[in-house]
């Protein structure tokens, strides 16, 4: 397998931009997560998907930020409007259903984001 | 909730050992993990620990915990540059969500 993939790798745009990112998990996982990384922050979650379910979005921090899965091989995280705090490293990770108390997430190579 | 703590930085020479910390709030994970991440990469699982162990080694890698302390700690022997990422411990909480640690930025210098 060619493990999660996310693109773009880079997106460079203006403030009021709309921005979508993209992710493709593991063939076969049941679960999907979104992460944001920055320097401040550190690694947060915003919204995890259980067989193409969202099933916990309290990480999303506000109303421009919205999160779809249609099917189980593709989802896309996507700001409306973007502003310059949105700049960061956007993780896609994606697991099998955790076995007797065993997670392990796979994570793509990640987008980073810079808005101007 | 659970919370995740360590330290920000660390620097060693090659060849030395590396012991990074962590502490947790949240002692119900049957698993504790640490992951690695390189240079513009994902996060990786590297090594992981049943709740019930104290130790585990695992080639250059020993993972110590202390459940009374709620303390986890990776050692890597040896180290080496290429050991140079971040390093995050990592729980799980009570709603089913891997929980990280702020990361450790483990820098190798020769």
């Known amino acids: 397998d060619a493990g999660v993939i996310q693109s773009p790798r880079h997106e460079v745009t203006e403030m009021g931009q709309e921005v979508t990112l993209r992710c493709k998990p593991i063939?076969?996982?049941?679960?999907l997560f979104w992460y944001r990384q920055t320097m401040m922050r550190g690694l947060e979650l915003l919204i995890y998907f259980n067989n193409n379910v969202p099933i916990d979005d309290s990480g999303m921090p506000e109303d421009r930020f919205s999160a779809k899965m249609p099917n189980a091989s593709f989802s896309t995280l996507k700001i409306q409007p973007s502003e310059p705090r949105d700049s960061a490293v956007y993780f896609c990770?994606?697991?099998?259903?955790?076995?007797?108390?065993?997670?392990?997430?796979?994570f793509g190579p990640g987008t980073r984001l810079t808005v101007t | 909730g659970e919370d995740v703590e360590q330290s920000l930085f660390l620097s060693v020479r090659e060849g030395d050992s590396s012991v990074i910390n962590c502490t947790y709030t949240d002692s119900s994970s049957t698993y504790l993990y640490w992951y690695k991440q390189e240079p513009g990469a994902g996060l990786q699982l590297l090594t992981y620990i049943f709740s019930n162990m104290d130790m585990k080694q695992d080639q250059r890698l020993t993972v110590l915990l202390n459940k009374k302390d709620k303390h986890l700690s990776l050692r890597i022997a040896d180290t080496q540059t290429g050991d140079s990422a971040i390093y995050f411990c990592?729980?799980?909480?009570?709603?089913?969500?891997?929980?990280f640690g702020t990361g450790t930025r483990l820098q190798v210098f020769p």
């Open positions: 990592a729980g799980v909480s009570n709603t089913d969500k891997l929980i």
């Open positions: 063939s076969g996982h049941d679960y």
């Open positions: 990770a994606s697991s099998l259903r955790p076995g007797q108390g065993f997670y392990e997430q796979y």
